[in-house]
């Protein structure tokens, strides 16, 4: 693999993954528009360099290259160019007679092509370098090659309609916005829910308009947009084609994303047929990778047996749940059905052409690699829609591109308001934290020197929690104020998933409103005994909600959590080495409490150094805390935030002085975690000033090396292995579009992202509750001061006529492999861990946690009766007052028809 920086349209840097394997090449899509006169489609600079896994090599001027015409002609609006480097006989520029031309400005040993309003519409590249290796006593061409197509739609066309479209992928709920991309007018925020309303009636007879996942006839502005974060996979179904229309294969889709809300129902009606009974409800999405190198133990795996119905990936056994291939085809197919909605929304025009570009939000706490993967299925899949589909045959191109979410909440809030809220100052840094309902992303965005409309997003951070972690107070409170068989956890992973939602559901409620509502004196009616979640959800809404009263404790509760998520935010952002900031821009549902406003502007109060007056130091914008960051992915075309937006973060680099250590000991996560913020003199940031305008992408980025054991934080994540061993002269960092590649002594090491370091805290325990329900293992994992092991605790699953139980499953599994428990160490199925098994045997159990039903006689002893579950990661959107349940309609004998949506 080599990697080479081109820029695209004079405005964005992309970097081309030359591959010797032909069929494993991605295309990329630009759109570059021209309005008549010449326009810059590509350039590959003279700074330019190959960057291999062999070193570095650099384009020269003794290097050659030949422009090849492959399909000069084409259809008539299409030319398809070869550009081949390396050995070959001549340079040689070329020009069509329609106004393409590629041509080499020696002065500066650049390549370019440039377009006038020409008939050609659409040109394909193929970027080929050429490398002689020897083969014994003979050399042998190796050709490693990459394509990508360059769109050239004339603006000013009257049959030519060039759109933007952003999509806001959230841990409480998505969101899309489109507009024309020369209009001058407001985004227009597209209903969801509404929209794939549409696609769910074709294929399910039940057509009701309230949905887990929104209110089809929703009118609330704050909430009518909102797409929930709501999502099922099927146990007992596998069907799925990325390219589908969403629902298509109707209650045998794989994920379920459109689902009628089912409340208050009876035992006997759920075990006939309630379409929640195979069903296994998602954790968090942007988080569950947290869990994807975890050996979860799921019982009931995922059955795959047709390899049509999977479409390329061709699965051909029963997966996990938490399978990391399975992970990826949930956001595909939810990204999907976005897809769909976007197409559906502007397919208004039939007799015009249409191309789009679409800017997907993505949270900090996504890898390089992973925001790289979700590019390219876009890619993928936008074109399979189109293809597939005949009423889209007039989309003629996309182009993907990814902004953080914090970073669009800057250029949000930057002309978002007729009284601009952030205030220009040459080289000035600014702190953007972006609090949602999973998930923390902060940015530190630096104005560059003599202009107001380039910035450099220095520094990219995330943390796995935020609103989720602050509802767990609620929940806890609720655990203290009841009575219960044993407690509220437990009462929660044996009840069916529409009590559970209407519980989180509640447990929103109380953050939401937890500034007016009133305390509550407790006049011993609490101490009721509850035995099903069902009467608990009455007894909180009766009592509590519709009184507008305080869960007793819970004010004390929340306002731990706060300070602890606070804490950790300020220990992240103290990881940047940036330790004055002009202003601080706060975004995100979160901050709707005021006490976790308030405890951040106090915290970060003396990082403040501006002359600002007191009222322009923290910028916040109340209504308006989540549509910010979509109302800012439409200002790119006015602000440059990197090069490349696409990069997730800018390597920060820690160092320990390893001469001046008076005794050696094995790097410690704790010991290092202390020296940080007690500042101890041998271990501390690295002073480098790495700047990542256009000679990054280029040039790298030099570290310092000598006498110190290197680190480096990106994107919040840590690297700390072999590949970062000490050297005298430092290392250099490459930035190759899904990572880096560090050239060390010679040699060129592939930095691969580590798993999130906040993944084994309590928060995220929480901030994913009920679906991880998580305990540690001290003896599994590093040290004792270092992470320790997450190790999940089983629960007993659902006992239906219809499906196995766990201990069933188990039994057929252990009569195909009888010593299958002797080879995996794991005890069986059908048991509880007993008391007796030692701790370092890191035993795994894992049935659905929220399984639907589950014999109240069965109880569940734990290992580490200390460690109690976390909380789920639900929103609720809606500013309305809770209500009560709904009764299940009749006919009980014939089970409801599935609504699934078909991503």
């Not at 887990?212 to 929930?228: H, I, L, M, V």
């Not at 409309?453 to 990219?460: A, G, K, P, T």
Request: a negative charge; charged letters at 25%.
């Amino acid at each position: 693999m080599k990697y080479l920086p081109i820029v695209i349209g004079q405005r964005r840097l992309h970097v081309c993954h030359l591959n010797n394997n032909k069929n494993a090449q991605a295309v990329f899509e630009f759109i570059v528009p021209t309005a008549g006169g010449e326009t810059e489609l590509f350039k590959i600079d003279g700074r330019s360099k190959f960057v291999s896994m062999d070193g570095l090599e650099l384009l020269s001027d003794s290097e050659k290259y030949r422009v090849d015409p492959i399909n000069e002609n084409g259809d008539g609006n299409e030319l398809s160019l070869k550009i081949i480097f390396g050995h070959v006989a001549a340079e040689q520029d070329y020009n069509n007679k329609n106004g393409i031309s590629v041509t080499r400005a020696h002065k500066d040993r650049s390549l370019r092509a440039i377009s006038t309003r020409a008939k050609i519409n659409k040109l394909k590249v193929n970027i080929v370098y050429c490398e002689r290796v020897k083969q014994g006593n003979e050399y042998e061409v190796v050709e490693y090659c990459y394509n990508i197509i360059i769109h050239i739609p004339y603006s000013q066309a009257a049959n030519i309609d060039i759109y933007d479209a952003a999509i806001d992928f959230g841990s409480e709920a998505s969101q899309i916005g489109t507009k024309l991309a020369n209009s001058e007018n407001n985004a227009q925020d597209v209903k969801i829910v509404r929209e794939l309303k549409q696609f769910h009636d074709q294929y399910i007879a039940d057509k009701r308009d309230r949905f887990w996942q929104g209110d089809a006839a929703d009118r609330n502005p704050e909430t009518s947009c909102f797409y929930k974060s709501v999502f099922f996979v099927d146990k007992a179904h596998n069907g799925f084609r990325p390219a589908e229309p969403p629902n298509a294969r109707k209650e045998k889709t794989l994920l379920k994303t459109l689902l009628p809300e089912e409340t208050a129902y009876t035992t006997e009606q759920y075990e006939q047929g309630n379409i929640y009974s195979n069903l296994f409800l998602l954790p968090n999405l942007k988080l569950i990778e947290l869990l994807t190198e975890r050996d979860l133990g799921m019982a009931d795996d995922i059955p795959f047996k047709q390899e049509q119905d999977t479409g390329d990936y061709g699965f051909g056994k029963a997966r996990s749940v938490f399978d990391p291939v399975l992970i990826e085809v949930y956001i595909r197919m939810i990204l999907n059905a976005l897809l769909h909605t976007i197409l559906n929304k502007l397919n208004d025009q039939p007799q015009k052409d249409k191309y789009v570009n679409i800017i997907l939000l993505v949270p900090n706490v996504y890898s390089q690699s992973k925001v790289y993967t979700i590019i390219q299925n876009l890619y993928t899949d936008f074109n399979g829609i189109v293809r597939f589909n005949k009423q889209y045959q007039k989309f003629k191109g996309v182009e993907v591109k990814l902004l953080s979410e914090s970073d669009a909440s800057f250029l949000g809030l930057k002309i978002g308001d007729r009284e601009p809220k952030i205030i220009n100052k040459e080289g000035a840094h600014y702190l953007v934290i972006d609090a949602g309902k999973g998930t923390t992303d902060f940015s530190i965005i630096r104005q560059q020197k003599k202009s107001n409309v380039s910035y450099e997003s220095v520094f990219r951070a995330g943390l796995p929690g935020s609103g989720q972690f602050l509802t767990h107070a609620f929940i806890e409170a609720v655990n203290e104020c009841f009575d219960f068989d044993t407690d509220i956890y437990d009462l929660i992973k044996k009840t069916k998933y529409p009590e559970i939602l209407q519980f989180m559901d509640h447990m929103e409620t109380f953050k939401k409103n937890h500034e007016r509502f009133k305390p509550y004196k407790d006049s011993g009616e609490l101490r009721k005994k509850f035995s099903t979640l069902y009467h608990l959800n009455n007894a909180l809404r009766d009592t509590f909600i519709n009184n507008c009263f305080q869960l007793p404790t819970s004010h004390e509760k929340l306002s731990e959590k706060v300070n602890k998520l606070v804490d950790e935010i300020y220990k992240s952002v103290l990881k940047s080495n940036v330790t004055e900031f002009h202003q601080i821009i706060l975004a995100g549902r979160a901050f709707k409490l005021k006490m976790l406003k308030d405890a951040v502007e106090s915290k970060f109060a003396d990082k403040l150094t501006t002359d600002l007056p007191e009222d322009k130091r923290i910028v916040f914008r109340e209504n308006n805390l989540k549509q910010v960051c979509l109302s800012g992915a439409f200002y790119m075309k006015y602000f440059r935030v990197n090069y490349n937006s696409e990069l997730v973060g800018i390597p920060v680099q820690y160092a320990e002085n390893i001469e001046n250590k008076k005794e050696e000991k094995p790097w410690n996560f704790g010991d290092w975690l202390r020296g940080i913020f007690k500042e101890d003199e041998n271990t501390g940031i690295v002073e480098t000033d790495v700047s990542i305008g256009e000679s990054f992408f280029y040039n790298g980025a030099n570290y310092n090396g000598a006498n110190y054991a290197n680190r480096l934080v990106i994107a919040g994540r840590e690297y700390w292995n072999a590949a970062l061993d000490s050297d005298p002269e430092g290392f250099r960092l490459f930035f190759t579009g899904d990572g880096f590649i560090k050239l060390l002594n010679g040699r060129a090491v592939r930095l691969d992202a580590p798993q999130l370091e906040a993944s084994i805290s309590e928060m995220v325990k929480q901030t994913l509750f009920p679906f991880a329900y998580i305990s540690f293992d001290p003896k599994s994992g590093p040290a004792p001061d270092g992470p320790e092991k997450e190790v999940p605790i089983p629960s007993q699953p659902p006992t239906s006529p219809s499906t196995p139980t766990h201990g069933q499953a188990a039994q057929a599994r252990n009569q195909e492999k009888p010593d299958f428990a002797k080879k995996t160490g794991l005890p069986d199925y059908d048991s509880p861990p007993e008391k007796s098994l030692k701790p370092d045997t890191a035993e795994k159990w894992l049935s659905p946690l929220v399984s639907p039903d589950v014999p109240k006689e069965q109880k569940v002893t734990e290992p580490n009766p200390e460690s109690k579950p976390p909380l789920p990661a639900l929103d609720d959107d809606s500013e309305k007052d809770e209500v009560a349940p709904k009764k299940q309609p009749g006919k009980s004998n014939e089970p409801p028809p599935s609504a699934d949506a078909y991503l």
